[in-house]
């Protein structure tokens, strides 16, 4: 029997693990298929774009169904589901080359990415003691912050010096390792919620009502970090910083990783609003930064600041809609966190889109600074009306 206090379980990092295995493949693959479709399918840049967009819709799409799924069938058994569909697509990729045979991968991969996000969360939330939760999804949210620095490096290393072709065999083995660390994963400890005797679903069964305040925020933090998840190498090209671009998200993710056993503590003891408020700031000053950008040391300052902020925000948030509801539905408040996610980052590429379209790169950092903004002010007047008990 586990430690029940500890967070740094067999368990959990195995799961830890897994989670960067998916993300790894995520990040490379956001990273490296523009350049694949333009390059080797002579497609236009628009084609790219839709390839991300066709994967963030699938997503989007299964999300809320996910959490009643887990239920039903068991989330360590999804999981592994899931996972299989993951690899089965990620090795597919070797051999669909038209364009349109693409697209219906990558919806298909979007399904599988979308289950297997909300069961790992899912069953990290589990796993991680009550009164640790901050601290607990924080260190999990790393296995994100690493691959996103990872994913991205290997994914162009190896398309530099070797091929597509291995690129894509060497993410499937990724996957299978990540394949074999869940395997390991035993949840028999674990309440199981009751089986309905039937599938059908209900709004309770899509999104987790008590979660959603919370994931409205995460929403509109999500529109605005579009702006770095889409933008920001096309921005880097225009400064002509594409250099440092990579060294941006080492920064980014170096100052999530350092700081992240410190505001997971300050949650769980001080209170969720004493990490939450000062990541609303340093997300917005990383932002304008971004857009007041002359040369590389303001660029990767951003790239310090804009990591403090979302290394912040994006745990507690999601720590937050978990520990909103009983332990029970912690699969439907994760599913109804991330579906509002995707939507943020969906929305958001659009939207910045047109703004970068009709002005400048540096008026979209500035319009996501002032999303960011304004919702801090709303976290901050509802914070105040609340009773010191409760933080929202």
Request: with cysteine; aromatic share 14%.
């Amino acid at each position: 029997m586990e430690d029940q206090n500890r967070i740094w379980t067999k368990r959990f990092i195995s799961l830890f693990c897994t989670n960067m295995s998916v993300f790894f493949v995520f990040y490379g693959l956001v990273s490296v298929l523009p350049l694949y479709t333009t390059g080797e399918l002579h497609r236009s840049e628009g084609d790219a774009g839709l390839l991300l967009s066709i994967f963030l819709l699938s997503a989007i799409l299964i999300r809320p169904f996910t959490g009643k799924v887990l239920d039903i069938v068991g989330k360590r058994k999804m999981l592994l589901m899931s996972l299989i569909l993951y690899l089965i697509t990620t090795l597919l990729y070797i051999f669909i080359k038209p364009f349109l045979l693409l697209l219906v991968l990558r919806f298909i991969q979007g399904i599988s990415f979308s289950i297997l996000t909300t069961a790992n969360n899912s069953i990290a939330a589990d796993i991680v003691p009550r009164s640790r939760k901050g601290t607990g999804l924080g260190y999990f949210t790393m296995s994100l912050n690493l691959a996103v620095v990872l994913g991205p490096f290997v994914g162009l290393l190896v398309i530099q010096y070797l091929d597509f072709e291995m690129l894509f065999i060497i993410m499937s083995i990724v996957v299978i390792l990540g394949g074999l660390c869940a395997m390991t994963i035993k949840l028999d400890d674990l309440p199981v919620p009751p089986k309905p005797d039937k599938l059908s679903f209900t709004l309770s069964d899509l999104f987790e009502k008590k979660a959603l305040p919370y994931a409205f925020f995460a929403c509109f933090i999500a529109i605005s970090y579009s702006s770095i998840l889409s933008f920001l190498s096309v921005y880097a090209k225009e400064q002509h910083l594409m250099g440092v671009a990579s060294v941006f998200y080492l920064v980014y993710a170096a100052a999530m990783l350092i700081t992240r056993p410190f505001t997971g503590k300050l949650y769980d003891t001080k209170g969720p609003k004493y990490v939450i408020i000062p990541g609303f700031l340093f997300f917005v000053l990383g932002l304008l930064t971004l857009a007041s950008v002359n040369g590389p040391v303001l660029f990767l300052v951003a790239g310090v600041l804009v990591g403090l902020g979302y290394g912040a925000l994006v745990p507690s948030l999601q720590s937050l809609c978990v520990q909103s509801t009983e332990h029970s539905r912690s699969g439907y408040a994760t599913a109804t966190f991330f579906t509002l996610f995707d939507v943020g980052i969906a929305l958001g590429s659009w939207l910045l889109g047109i703004v970068a379209t009709h002005y400048h790169y540096d008026a979209v950092y500035v319009v996501a600074a002032v999303v960011v903004f304004i919702t801090c002010l709303v976290y901050f007047i509802k914070t105040i009306r609340k009773p010191q008990h409760q933080t929202i």
